[in-house]
């Protein structure tokens, strides 16, 4: 029989993810011991994390380095500590624990409550730190439709095909293909690239929290273009470009 984790890699149970390669999975603990508690597994159901091979082993505790690094830039804490107990999951699994105070680390200390959407948060923020750190980009579709026949939506499922990291705002709270499409202005870092599809006229009370999330460079596709916005993002030093991202895909100018 499965473990509840091998279900949780595969999609059988929702999480909330924070990184994954082909063989490593990271995500939010829903019981935590602090902020960010992440636990981090070998996508091979061992039991015993010294049942894995030295190759194994090793790969698991470098990615888990990479994954704490990114919480580190995520939640404020003085470090990441580490506990591998095992006995909770016959699954191999690591540990990462945001703490200020020794004491946090105290596996027999109370869990502490965090909502909903503050976990969705941080599991956000964490990737997006993830993917900038370890070289894949992030890109926010602004103005995302869970529609298929919206250019925002065939944008999301190019960017994914090209592997690129993809985030999502639009008018409600939804998802497509594993993506959350967020509302409003949630609290985003990391962000390299945001491709609009918002239409001008729309923009305006947007402006101030794009401009704030402080991306390389904005993208307004077909229909999308702002003169104002982009001169203001231009005097931030924000690049501007006029075009089709799914055409920027397709000829590879999409960098």
């Known amino acids: 029989m499965s473990s509840i984790f091998t279900k949780i890699i595969k999609g059988e149970i929702p999480s909330y993810k924070i990184a994954e390669d082909a063989d490593h999975y990271a995500f939010l603990d829903i019981n935590p011991q602090a902020k960010g508690h992440t636990l981090v597994v070998p996508k091979a159901e061992v ?8 190759d ?80 894949k980009k992030s890109t926010l579709v602004f103005g995302a439709s869970i529609k298929p026949d919206r250019y925002s939506n065939k944008a999301m499922k190019m960017l994914k095909q090209y592997d690129h990291s993809v985030l999502a705002i639009g008018g409600k709270e939804a998802s497509f ?14 962000i390299d690239t945001i491709t609009m599809y918002l239409r001008e006229s729309r923009q305006k009370e947007h402006e101030e929290y794009l401009l704030s999330l402080k991306p390389r460079r904005i993208i307004f596709n077909p229909g999308a273009e702002n003169l104002s916005l982009a001169k203001k993002a231009k005097e931030k030093g924000i690049e501007v470009i006029e075009a089709c991202t799914l055409v920027m895909l397709r000829t590879g100018q999409y960098s």
């Not at 994390?49 to 030295?54: P, R, V």
């Open 56 to 135: 194994q082993l090793s790969n698991l505790h470098v990615f888990a380095k990479k994954v704490a690094l990114a919480l580190e830039a995520t939640i404020e804490c003085k470090r990441i500590g580490v506990l591998v107990i095992g006995t909770e999951v016959p699954h191999a699994h690591i540990h990462l624990i945001p703490f200020v105070s020794e004491r946090q680390m105290a596996i027999t200390n109370g869990k502490v409550t965090v909502l909903p959407e503050e976990m969705q948060n941080i599991s956000i923020n964490a990737k997006n730190q993830f993917d900038r750190m370890w070289n």
């Open 47 to 54: 039991d015993y994390i010294y049942d894995l091979s030295d």
């Open 177 to 190: 293909e594993g993506t959350p499409i967020l509302e409003g202005h949630p609290d985003l870092s990391g």
